[in-house]
């Protein structure tokens, strides 16, 4: 190859590496300077292979997100959430002449949910039986175990506006109130100081019936809370309130439980078993707060220096589409964004994929294309420098392949469910695009 050519290919590689897909033909445009034999080359038979895994847990502390309801999917399986939180203590002084009204805990929709919202929600208010410092965690998972009191101090049972923007009051039981009052009244040792008192009441829990739906909470200080309403008669009758605000840190999380049994994952129980495409209908699934993922294997590349030499690769782009189903299913309001992790023959994700400089963490991204009258949505990620560094040693590795996930804050805070063409699925076809030189 002359001097010419060779800083060509480098001026190309380095241009591609810059530019998405919708670019590349504009590589084109300087083949005329080049010997007319030389060009770009789109390479996408190589096979890929798609299956369903499950990771052992999510860490779902301090999300900002209370989730509560339960959710049945003939695909994925029936997913019950539950709320934990810590409460503050409040800072008002109750004296001897005070009265207590009621006690209620507010809250206000964070406008996700999932289900069937025009059915009546129902959930039982728990105080926490489990002390989470003696649990030795810093965080706090889906799969976290703890302990309730047996008797409820509340019972809610409404309709979720979760689009409205409302604050919900939910009345507790007398029981409860009463006891938690008559501590201010005694000035009794529990609520001397804020760590005396989460000793006592060591946290509130949001613990699901049965349900059609699952909805979210804001869980922050000004949105969720537990308030005391009390009263004093002097020459008037003077109305009060404590606010006791929720403890925002890692002791707030989501129990997320998924029963898989009858669904299409009904196999999918350790970390390390996976489920091809072909065995759950063409699809795979990502699954928000559950640990349902996507792995993506490559068996293809194991013929790619029949094709062309590792220096002739310019981009590497892999392509996974919704189904048609799922874009609806989701309000055609899909996550903007997928995560991208590599992974090992575990199954376990051993960190984010990263570009070039081996720092910058590389999502998906969500593309939108006219087609047929109606947009189609696919998500795209350039995995050049992935691909070369797994080449580089001229092997190629069967047990090579990604973990694609929701993103952050839907994998932690939702429960939201994609799903994605498999393998032979002709209508929304997974698409591994090998771009080369040639000369």
Known sequence: MNIKLTLYCIIIAQLCFACGDDDVSMLRLGEDFVDSESGIVLIDTLSIKLSNV??????TSNTGVALVGAYNSDETGKIQADAIFRLGLCSEI?????????ITICVKHNQYYRGDTSQI??????????DLDDLDESIFYNTTTFSVVDEAIG???Y???????????????NEFSTRLFNLFLEDADEIGDATSFVEYLKGIVFKSDENDAIVGFLANEENLKLKMYYHRVEHEKLEFTATFPIEVSNNQFNHIQSDRSTSLLKDLNTQREDIGSLQTNNTVFLEGGTGVMTKVMFPGLSHVFQLVLLNQIIKAELILEPTKQSIEANDYNLPLSLSAYTTNNTNAATGFLVGSDGITELSFSLVKTPHDYEESYYYSIDITQYIINELLNGYFDPDFALLVSLNGSDQASTVKNLAIGGDENTDFTPKFKLYTYYY
């Open 54 to 59: 499950h990771i052992d847990s999510i860490q």
């Open 94 to 102: 109750i004296t001897d002449e005070d009265v207590l009204d009621s």
């Open 121 to 130: 929600l129902s959930f039982k208010i728990h105080e926490l039986e489990t």
């Open 155 to 157: 019972e809610v049972s």
């Open 159 to 173: 309709y979720p506006s979760p689009n409205s923007g409302d604050e919900y009051e939910f009345k507790l039981k």
